[in-house]
């Protein structure tokens, strides 16, 4: 559950950045501020990804592209891109996490903080960038 909260602040933190496109984190140090408690593996995981996605974002992005079918990565939604982002990065970067597991938690962002049909398309890219890209099956590694 630790890293599903991560994830949502991972999220909104990315789309805070792409939208101001000011591609600096504050999340958590801005919640602590408001007196959350943020447990240390939450912290720890955020700051791996937010810090991964900021660092290879220009190589996510040409992944992104070269795998989803006439699809420019500034066209997709804000939501669906930086979910993206923060997926590929997990699946290129944390090895320790299975992939269906990535999948499955960037689908369910979809789902919530967009639609059904983003989720779909979020499930099919990832899908296909786990087999063809990274050789990492999806099925096989649950």
């Not at 660092?55 to 592209?65: M, N, V, W």
């Not at 066209?75 to 993206?84: H, K």
């Not at 996490?97 to 967009?114: H, M």
């Amino acid at each position: 559950m630790s890293r599903r909260r991560a994830r949502e602040m991972v999220l909104r933190t990315l789309y805070k950045m792409d939208i101001k496109r000011h591609w600096t984190s504050g999340e958590i140090e801005a919640a602590e501020k408001n007196g959350e408690k943020i447990p240390e593996d939450v912290k720890i995981f955020f700051h791996k990804v937010t810090d991964g996605v900021i660092a290879h974002r220009q190589s996510i992005d040409r992944l992104i592209e070269k795998c989803s079918e006439h699809w420019k990565v500034d066209r997709m939604s804000a939501v669906d891109r930086n979910i993206l982002r923060m997926a590929v990065f997990e699946l290129q970067h944390c090895i320790d996490v299975p992939a269906k597991v990535t999948i499955n938690e960037a689908v369910e962002l979809g789902k919530r903080y967009n639609s059904e049909e983003s989720a779909s398309f979020i499930n099919a890219l990832l899908d296909r960038i786990a087999k063809q890209e990274l050789n990492r099956d999806p099925e096989k590694e649950a």
